[in-house]
């Protein structure tokens, strides 16, 4: 579905929900991340695509005789066929069902700015795919900051925007995220890659217009769950690599730096820095080579990128590896420039770059081995580089 048949399926579901056309309509995106992999939260760099996947909310204010629906905002989950009501006469706090909670964090985000919200009637629907890695929380978050800018006619500043939203994450859904799936989701560019210098917070765009080339995301159907405690531990492994290396982030540490103060750390806690600081070079140079078209440059640094994640990060799993390796071996010839696991990992999906001509072909031969390998069905699509967040009505 693109996001205009997305978008009126949600407008048709609000109305028969609740007896009514919606006055706003608002959609964000779901992101693969081409590389730059557990760098965001080091001060580095990351290249992500916002994808055609999407968080879209279709929204009301309640009818004015319905005296209780004043103060409080209905969801209603269309997908689920489940309902959050959010009060907002207190200050707005967890609660049940769980997915409200990432909702619930940016209200509360917007409450702290001292900002009124109305009460609203929302229809909700997402093709994001859930836990696939692909930022599914994310897309939610951004939607519904973007539906209150819709709602009170007063937008922020995307930057601020997309930091609201990822202060829902850390206290509304228990996830010490770094910037980036928030700011892609908040600031993509039809056509566009972004390359996010997460310490000064500058966006530049790269440009993916090349129609020989496609990027496909294979999602291994594993479920990735990030609220675990594994990222949270990579992160404080970092800061301790950091603090021991006496700089203030891993951003600002040189592989011969590392290789120095080695006796400063414990084996384990230096592969992680070595991960971190190898992958902020390889994001740097994989922006050169997408505007430089220099694919299969571009490749090379995705598959360094999976073994180090592999290996020295150790956030992949057998799925994913499985994924890397069937691309690899289909190589070259076949069509295939690089592969590599996207996210947070654990699970979730892994993007490829690929000669668009072989894309049938590629998803085939990677479904079947996956299949055979595995015995799990993948799920596998490509997508253009998508807009950030939009006002699709209102
Ligand atoms: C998750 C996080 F939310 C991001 O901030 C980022 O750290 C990513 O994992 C790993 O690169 O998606």
Redesign the pocket.
Known sequence: MNLQELSSHVAAEFQKHYGRAPRWIVAAPGRV?VIG?????NDGF?LPMAIERYAVMAADLPPSQFASAQTQITIFDIHFDEKATIDLIAPITKGLPKWSNYIRGVLAGFQNRGQTIPALDIAFMSTVPLGG?L?SSAALEVCTATLVEAATGKTIDPVEKALLAQKAEHDFAG?P?????QFISALGREGNLLLLDCRTRKTELVPMSDPSVALLVINTNVKHE?SGGE?AERRAQCEEAAKNLGVKSLRDCTPEKLEQGRGKLSEVVFRRARHVIGEIERTVHAAEGIRESNWPSVGQLMYASHASLRDDYEVSCAELDAVVEIAEDIGYQGGVYGCRMT??GFGGCCVALVKASDVDAITQQIAAEYKAKTGIDATIFSSRPAAGATIVKG
């Open positions: 991340n992999e557990h760098t965001d939260y990351v890695g930022s996830v995220c770094g910037i980036m799936d990030l990222y996210g947070g």
